[in-house]
């Protein structure tokens, strides 16, 4: 039922619907018997498996209690009455889920005495996207709180919470935790939690898809969605990056990290397609090559996390062949060729630390290779990690340009085509 759901275009779900499914799959947070998952944890979990659980479990809970605590200024701001009433059993799921992983953690892990404790003893397992996005969560409620009428805020939060915090995160990571404790027959009382929890993600993706698509018939709306998306993303893609970088965290679950990016990345491309909404017209995903399948892209951004290009920004970058390639083919994707062809002249990258690389357009097409060329239109002399940043928007060019990071050299009316070359 789940599934289909969210499958299910905006116009063919109602608000009445929704609620009524509510009702119809209340269940009880505090009913849940934990006593055989004590047993399971203790003697059926490896070491690793243990750590690898806590990592997942931590963020699932600090999420939760996060959600309640910042959704009312989404229910406050609510253009209808039906919406205002679904909302209100949103905020109702969000607690019942805190107390279900908030029980789950102190019973059958053992951490903390009392719910402030087993909460703060969740930090150390925080990634830096985990963080990235809950502080952004933080910031447009709150700005939401202070203007309840303005609609752009409130497309902003529904585009966070229901796209990429549930949508893009949660789901996915629900997912892959039944399929693991349904396969090792494990966790009885952590499965049952974990399959209605499930259900209720999905009955409010299928609600914030209708409700942004609501939205964004109003195109303030819509470029504010995009932008906090723009905004977001670098963050999300680094919510999921295990201590260490870790493959076994998830290897020792018999899925791969690939696998649970590749199905994220999916439903989120999905959703956006539901309200019309083109996955290129956002900047991070216009520069994948979407003729590739999402099992080969999510392997791909792989390759620039390990680099240190994405999922952080505490590593210089290192870039290896493979990412380097990666980062220039996207940025042919995002390259304005009429504006290249008007540069007469091919783009050289000088980089002290690694091989030169060149871009050639040629009626309307263009190509990156590395090595050297002659006669330039453009040469840009940057350190790779330098660029990488600026590749991946953690580094404004501008901002390199004033600092002395990015060197370019050319005719003035080249260098004048560069800030309009890249979109």
Known sequence: MSEALEEQKPDVISYARLYRLWEENNWSATGIDFSVDKEHWRSKLTDRQRESALWNYAMFLVGEEAVARTLTPVLDAAPTHAQSIFLTTQVVDEARHHVFFDRFMREVVGLGSDTESTLAAMGPHLTWGFKGVFDELDKVTEALRKKPKDRALLAQSVALYHFVVEGLLAVPGQH????????????????????????????????????????????????????????????????????????????????????????????????????????????????????????????????????????????????????????????????????????????????????????????????????????????????????????????????????????????????????????
């Open 176 to 423: 892959f935790i039944k399929r693991y404790v349904e396969a090792l027959d494990i966790l009885p009382g952590f499965s049952e939690g974990i399959r209605n929890v499930s259900r209720d993600e999905s009955r409010h993706v299928a609600f914030g898809v209708k409700f942004l698509g609501e939205l964004i018939k109003d195109q303030e709306c819509r470029s504010a969605s995009i932008e906090l998306w723009e905004r977001v993303l670098p963050f999300a893609i680094g919510v999921f990056v295990p201590p260490n970088m870790d493959h076994s965290y998830a290897h020792c679950f018999d899925f791969t990290l690939e696998e649970i990016y590749g199905f994220g990345l999916r439903s989120f491309e999905t959703k956006l397609r539901r309200i019309g909404i083109d996955p290129k017209e956002i900047v991070m995903l216009n520069r994948q090559d979407t003729s590739l399948d999402y099992t080969e892209r999510a392997r791909q951004a792989w390759v620039l996390i390990e680099a240190g290009v994405l999922g952080t920004d505490d590593r210089e970058p290192d870039l290896n062949e493979e990412a380097m390639e990666i980062l220039f083919s996207g940025l042919l994707r995002a390259m304005d060729m009429d504006v290249a062809r008007g540069l007469d002249g091919p783009i050289q990258w000088i980089f002290p630390d690694k091989d030169p690389w060149h871009v050639v357009v040629t009626d309307g097409h263009a190509e990156a290779k590395p090595g050297s060329i002659e006669d330039p239109a453009l040469t840009l002399e940057v350190e790779s990690s330098e660029w990488a940043k600026i590749a991946v928007g953690r580094v404004d060019p501008r901002w390199a340009l004033l600092r002395r990071k990015l060197k370019i050299h050319g005719s003035l009316s080249a260098k004048a085509r560069l800030p309009k070359l890249f979109v």
